[in-house]
């Protein structure tokens, strides 16, 4: 089943809506074609073949989000969302290769850099050039009163000098560019005004990256710490321009990743639900397929209803995004809807298949693998389950 087609909201126009269709049917052929069938390569490896990312590059899906006017293909979050969806239905490090640079740092850029930020930083994502972005830490992530790395005035120049750990960074080993969090007061007040956000090549000195940590799933996507050892950056490296906004930038740019990881996640779901229909009516048993026993169709039959609920929901959250609304809530409720929702979806496919939905040789293991970060990065369902409560409580009280 396909999503249908938004129309762009006019406030929010992005490319133009049978140019978007004519790529997305050019994009669904490309996944099914190409990427599903090099997916055994990327397990084997640990690793997307560099042709496949020069494809991809050349596709311009490294700046899908960024203004045609830096290079870019300008797409609203209708549509990249869209494109994240058809993307994820392919093995999930083929959307994380990408997926910062057009999602978070990306939205970055544009809630909170200058122009000659932009200028100099829109034009390289678009061409390809890999970004990162560094909130977590080891003894920090939804907290971060906690953050330990911190921002000091250069007392040799007009710059900064950036020390600490960034922690589970996704795209560090490969990444040509950081968005960098850091302290730059030592108190927390007033509410997160104590972080700043850098924009940090990462070839300056004294920055470094740990070897990619081994993982549950997701073959192929790397994630790793960054280690700021007295990294000196101009002035202007500072997003904004302006010392205490960097929270806020994060925060703006979280609700893109959320709105990524599930247009994701339902993608991931859905190539789950296909193989399992396939494997239904390929099995059999007592001499017919087990797609004829009502238990196994009531298994299908739910994920199709909870696939479509997350759908509706990427089309509303995006449509309400486009418009120019306050989406915090409504991004966070989707995300975690829609990256639980997965993580049934491939519990009930490896249920379909029976023993063999436990043996590595079959998709639905690798399925259940990788879905089961979805509902822990850009914000665990718990983490965001209390930030819907909380904003909630605070809009009834100003009402």
């Keep these: 089943m396909n999503i249908q087609s938004a129309q762009p909201h006019p406030g929010n126009p992005g490319m133009d809506s049978d ?4 790529f997305a049917e050019q994009l669904t052929r490309y996944v099914r074609e190409r990427l599903i069938p090099a997916e055994a390569e990327v397990i084997a490896n640990d690793a997307i073949p560099p042709e496949i990312i020069g494809e991809m ?3 311009g899906l490294f700046g899908l989000s960024v203004p045609e006017e830096y290079g870019g293909a300008g797409l609203n979050l209708t549509q990249y969302a869209r494109v994240v969806n058809i993307m994820a239905y392919a093995a999930p490090a083929y959307r994380s290769i990408f997926s910062i640079n057009v999602g978070m ?6 809630n909170g850099a200058t122009e000659a930020q932009k200028a100099e930083w829109y034009p390289k994502v678009a061409e390809g050039k890999i970004a990162c972005f560094g909130l977590t ?3 920090s992530g939804s907290d971060s009163a906690a953050m330990a790395t911190t921002a000091t005035p250069d007392p040799d120049g007009n710059g900064w000098v950036l020390n600490g750990t960034k922690r589970y960074i996704t795209n560090a080993p490969h990444a040509e560019v950081a968005l960098i969090m850091a302290r730059t ?3 927390a007040l007033p509410k997160n005004a104590h972080v700043s956000a850098f924009l940090v090549p990462m070839n300056t000195p004294g920055v470094s990256t740990g070897s990619p940590d081994k993982k549950m799933g997701q073959s192929g996507s790397h994630i790793s710490d960054i280690m700021l050892d007295d990294v000196r950056v101009p002035g202007d490296a500072l997003l904004g321009g302006e010392t205490g906004k ?3 930038f994060a925060m703006q740019s979280l609700d893109n990743g959320r709105i990524s990881v599930g247009a994701a996640a339902a993608g991931y779901a859905r190539r789950a639900l296909d193989s399992a229909l396939r494997y239904a009516n390929e099995r059999k048993a007592f001499g017919e397929p087990i797609a004829n026993f009502q238990l196994i169709q009531q298994m299908l039959a739910d994920s199709e209803i909870e696939i479509y609920a997350a759908e509706a929901m990427m089309a509303d959250v995006t449509a309400r995004a486009d418009r120019g609304e306050d989406i915090l809530i409504k991004a966070a409720a989707f995300k975690v809807f829609s990256s639980e929702m997965c993580g049934r979806v491939v519990d009930r496919v490896v249920q379909v298949y029976g023993g063999a939905g436990y043996l590595a040789e079959y998709d639905a293991e690798r399925f259940f693998r990788d879905a089961r970060i979805y509902r822990i990065y850009e914000g665990t369902t718990q983490i965001l389950q209390l930030q ?3 904003h909630m409580l605070r809009e009834w009280r100003d009402s």
Aim: net charge neutral; charged share 40%; proline share 4%.
């Design 19 to 22: 140019t978007f269709e004519q």
């Design 57 to 59: 590059r050349e596709m």
């Design 105 to 110: 740092f990306a939205s970055a850029l544009k």
């Design 137 to 139: 830490e080891p003894g």
């Design 185 to 187: 007061e030592k108190e």
């Design 246 to 248: 960097g929270f806020r």
């Design 388 to 390: 819907i409560a909380k």
